[in-house]
């Protein structure tokens, strides 16, 4: 049956973001979009910290980078810093863009690794941008200096989820999606391939559709509760299933840094994500081990300023649905699986889940094979970012308490455990097809919690050898661009300050 209604179910980041990417294929099409959801319920509205991926998602909607900023009171993001992960009092940038670039074919790591062994006393920060600029709270973007010998900044945002959604809903609504106010109270499901037909609201409205997009979160109200599509839960390597989230204004007048923090405390971790205005904060951890009420205060204890809401608990289990796609129906955020935000993957995960949705669909009608491929892609997608969540508790040093313990010593899957014994062999990471996380992502986590490469590529010898003026080049240029950087601050005054700051 051909698609000429697609209804999308709840707005927030999730399903305004499915609107906006999909009225782009309304053009010469009649084919309408609906977008249903209610002001009487409430967002998530956590996953503030984005990643490079999410700035392609913007300029392919041909948003103004500048307005959007403005009006989501954006910063600019150089990568994330973890806290108290390997040890407590140790810390590391885990950054957007590669260390060096590979030299005859060898990862920049190893050749790093083999000049060190021969008594180089550099540390590997120094030959990447965006840990660099982040250290001194500077920014530019690539265009502003755009010369191929100086090398390219990769950023993502923080941003307001809240007033990103509103700002999609506007876009969306130019281009003719219409939004429906109303809690959907049933599902009709047809008698032969129980596909969704039909939701009935609150109100009494009836919207019929052909294909449904589940944006409703946690609740999954089309994926879950009306197609029953199962959950496959990984509690036991990601223990954490409860956080607090509190935004906070910058008491201390502090200018926000370039970068997201992730500060790891006894029985989890808090993030810090600051916007122009404010910061974003939360205390994500482990309910066997932490009561909700200590949770919330170790947040406010390490707030930057007084709390501007009121505290936000969340309960989440982490895991993905066993199918992303049943029947008509694609679940998309918190809808299809929740993996915490440590990487700030969640509205990454909505952004491919989309890209993925556009490229497989065909408005001729729903087949197995668009399901059954939309299914092997995002599974993988969600199973290799779960290695990398998982690695970052796997290799702690820490022993100072009983969460930190069982996370040290804790069975991890097959494939995390390959990675790292590849790497302490000789430092190879093996990049699999089009997985989120680079080489540089995968090594500064490793490097930086404390697990060291034993011995080197047998290659890394002679590439050592005739690279050291190479080397010596890059840590010059990459001294020379940050030092004519802007501040991230006068870059937000001067590019695309907000109306709610000023």
Known sequence: ???????????????????AALSRIRDGRDLRITVVESEMIGTVGVGEATIPPFVGFNRVLDIDEREFLSEVQGTFKLGIQFVNWGQVGESYIHPFGNYGYDIGGIGFHQVWHKLRQRGDKRP???FNLETMAAHFGK???????????????????????TAYAQYLRKYAEKRGVVRKEGIVKDVALDGETGFVTALTLDSGTRIEGDFFVDCTGFRGVLIEQ????????????????????LPCNRDDGSPPPPFTRAIAHKAGWQWQVPLQHRNGNGHVYCSQFMEADEAHDILVANLAGKPTAEPNHL?????RRKKFWNRNVVALGLASGFMEPLESTSIHLINTGVN???????????TEAQASTYNRLATKEYEKIRDFLVLHYKATRRDDSEF????????VPDTLTEKIEIFKANGQIFREEDELFTTTSWAAVMMGQGIQMEGTSPMADGVADSSVKEIDEMEKSIQWLVQRMPSHQQYLEKYCRAAVAA
């Open 1 to 19: 049956m051909a698609i000429e209604h697609i209804v999308i179910v709840g707005g927030g980041t999730a399903g305004w973001m499915a609107a």
């Open 139 to 161: 920014f530019s973007r690539s265009e502003d200096y755009a010369r191929e010998d100086l090398p390219p900044m990769n950023y993502a945002y923080h941003i307001n989820a």
């Open 356 to 366: 993925k949705l556009i490229a497989t669909l065909s408005l001729d009608g729903v």
């Open 226 to 245: 009306a197609l029953e599509t199962g959950y496959e839960d990984w509690t036991h390597y990601l223990l954490c299933d409860r956080a607090v989230a």
């Open 124 to 126: 590997l920060q120094l």
């Open 315 to 319: 309960r989440f289990v982490t895991g």
């Open 404 to 411: 930190w313990n069982y996370c040290r010593t804790m069975d």
